[in-house]
C-alpha cells in the first residue's frame, strides 16, 4: 500500500522544480473531459463512435472513457481516434466512493478498499481522479476527506450533479487545499458532452497529465442537468434485463 508520506512527497518534488512548471505552463492550453462513458457501461447509451465524433464536434481535444468497471468501451473509442481518448475506468470501492483510473492498463475490480484501488491505478502507471466528491452519495464528509490525501485530481464541476451546493462544495474544498482540479461531462449520453470540461496544458501520458493539472482550470456552459440522470437510471433498468450492447456503430 502507498503511504501518504509517499503521495506528499511525491506532490512536492513536483513543486520543486519551478523551471519545468514555467515550461508546462507556457505550453498551448487544450480542453479535456476526463469523465465520460459509452454503451459499455452499465447506464451509458452512446456508443465509442458517437462519442468520438460528438467530441469532435465539440473541439475536445482530449476525453477519457471511464466506463463502470471495464475497459471494453475505451479501447473501442481509442481505435477510432487514438490521439484523442484516454483509456480510463470508474471503480466503485468498498466504501461506495468512485474514484478514476486513468492511462490505465488493465480493468481494476470493483469493491475493493479505497486504499486498494489507489494502489492499483498507480502500480499501473495511471493518474488517480475522484469524480462528483460530494454528489449522490451519504456520508460524504467522512469519505471525502479520506479520499482528497489520495488522489492526484478531484473534479470540481459534473454537469450531472444537478443539485448545485455539491458543485460548489467541492469548489471550495480543492481550491482550499490547493489540489489540482477538473470540470466533467460525466456524459452518458453523446449530447452531454460538451457541458463540462477542463483547460489545461496539453500532455501526452500519465506524469505529463500530472504535471499540466497543476495549472488546469473546470469549465463549464453554466448548467447542471437531471434529465440525463434519469435517462442512466432508465438504462440501468434495461441492463437488468440483459439489454445487447450497442456495439454497432
Known amino acids: 500500500m502507498i503511504a501518504l508520506s509517499d503521495i506528499h512527497a511525491e506532490r512536492q518534488r513536483q513543486d520543486a522544480n519551478p523551471d519545468a512548471h514555467t515550461r508546462v505552463a507556457e505550453q498551448s492550453s487544450i480542453r479535456a473531459d476526463f469523465h465520460t462513458h459509452t454503451c459499455f457501461s452499465h447506464d451509458g447509451h452512446q456508443t465509442p463512435r458517437e462519442l468520438v465524433e460528438r467530441a469532435r464536434d465539440v473541439q475536445l481535444d482530449r476525453v477519457a472513457v471511464t466506463d463502470h468497471h471495464t475497459l471494453d468501451g475505451a479501447l473501442r473509442a481509442r481505435d477510432l481516434d487514438p490521439e484523442r481518448i484516454v483509456i480510463g ?123 499540466a493539472a497543476r495549472y488546469a482550470r473546470a469549465q463549464n456552459d453554466g448548467h447542471t442537468y437531471a434529465l440525463p440522470f434519469v435517462g442512466s437510471i432508465t438504462c440501468m433498468a434495461l441492463s437488468l434485463i440483459k439489454r445487447p450492447i450497442r456495439t454497432d456503430r
Not at 451546493?165 to 460525466?186: C, F, K, Q, T
Request: a positive charge; hydrophobic letters at 40%.
Open 89 to 211: 475506468e470508474e471503480i466503485t470501492t468498498r466504501c461506495r466512493t468512485d474514484i478514476i483510473g486513468l492511462f490505465l492498463t488493465m480493468r481494476i475490480a470493483p469493491r475493493l478498499s479505497l486504499e486498494q484501488v489507489v494502489d492499483e491505478i498507480r502500480a499501473q502507471g495511471g493518474v488517480v481522479y475522484l469524480p462528483h466528491p460530494f454528489a449522490y452519495i451519504t456520508g460524504a464528509r467522512r469519505r471525502v476527506d479520506r479520499a482528497l490525501s489520495l488522489v492526484d485530481i478531484v473534479e470540481v464541476w459534473n454537469s450531472r450533479a444537478f443539485y448545485s451546493p455539491w458543485n460548489r462544495r467541492a469548489v471550495h474544498e480543492v481550491r482550499e487545499r490547493g489540489i489540482p482540479e477538473a470540470g466533467g461531462s460525466d456524459a452518458h449520453f453523446s449530447a452531454e458532452l460538451g457541458r463540462a470540461w477542463t483547460v489545461l496544458p496539453t500532455f501526452s501520458d500519465a506524469p505529463t497529465l500530472k504535471r
